[in-house]
């Protein structure tokens, strides 16, 4: 079984659209998160949640709205995509509270905006 | 901004040790050197961690120098499956993220 999984892998939609990307883990973690990566290959952390919870923004548009119905489940909607969101976007998993964690990673949403 | 420094790219024979330098001069005590790697198309793994201790696992050894300020990833026998990019990385433990830099580009070839 997939420990990180997100869906879809590749999304492509015009400009102004409304998307959504679905992440889920079994791993039994407390925090998760949601990074982007861009065209030069920088991977750059959005969002981190922990048990449903907010930790982290780091000062992403409020056009990306990341939801967490329960801690397995950290999903990201986007409204009115620009072209400049094309990336590749990657949710990840960790057990919190410990100093050395380790991040588990999905294997990635590529979203084209066109 | 990443708090790391690393070649842009390296070439490693098949067979051979791989040898990954980074440099870390402004870590703090209680930071953690983290080391993962992103294959072409597939999100990051993780390989190895340390804090002063050097550490070994299935993966791959981390020597970090005694001041701190600097560290090594070595993959014993390199394949071609280890080409990829090799992420070092500082831990702000306390904002809980991994800030991830430019890394270096490992090209194994036969």
């Known amino acids: 079984d997939t420990a990180v999984s997100q869906t879809p892998k590749y999304l492509v939609t015009q400009m102004g659209n409304d998307k959504s990307i679905k992440c889920e883990q079994n791993?039994?973690?407390?925090?998760m998160y949601w990074y982007k990566q861009d065209s030069k290959k920088f991977l750059k952390i959005m969002f981190s949640?922990?048990?449903?919870?907010?930790?982290i923004n780091e000062t992403v548009p409020n056009r990306f709205s990341p939801k967490s119905p329960d801690k397995a489940h950290l999903n990201l909607h986007i409204n009115s995509l620009e072209l400049g969101d094309s990336a590749v976007y990657f949710c990840?998993?960790?057990?919190?509270?410990?100093?050395?964690?380790?991040?588990?990673f999905g294997s990635g949403t590529q979203l084209s905006v066109l | 901004d990443a708090k790391t420094t690393q070649p842009t790219s390296m070439d490693c024979a098949e067979g051979r040790a791989a040898n990954l330098p980074c440099n870390h001069s402004t870590i703090s005590g209680n930071e953690y050197v983290y080391w993962y790697r992103q294959i072409h198309s597939q999100g990051p793994q993780y390989i190895i961690h340390g804090l002063k201790n050097n550490e070994t696992n299935e993966m791959a050894s981390l020597i970090i120098t005694e001041d701190r300020k600097s560290s090594t990833l070595i993959l014993p026998h390199a394949t071609l499956r280890d080409t990829a990019v090799y992420y070092c990385?500082?831990?702000?433990?306390?904002?809980?993220?991994?800030?991830f830099g430019t890394g270096t580009r490992l090209q194994v070839f036969p």
């Open positions: 791993l039994g973690h407390d925090t």
């Open positions: 990385i500082v831990r702000v433990v306390v904002a809980d993220k991994l800030i």
């Open positions: 990840a998993s960790s057990l919190e509270g410990v100093a050395n964690e380790k991040l588990f």
């Open positions: 949640y922990n048990n449903k919870e907010l930790i």
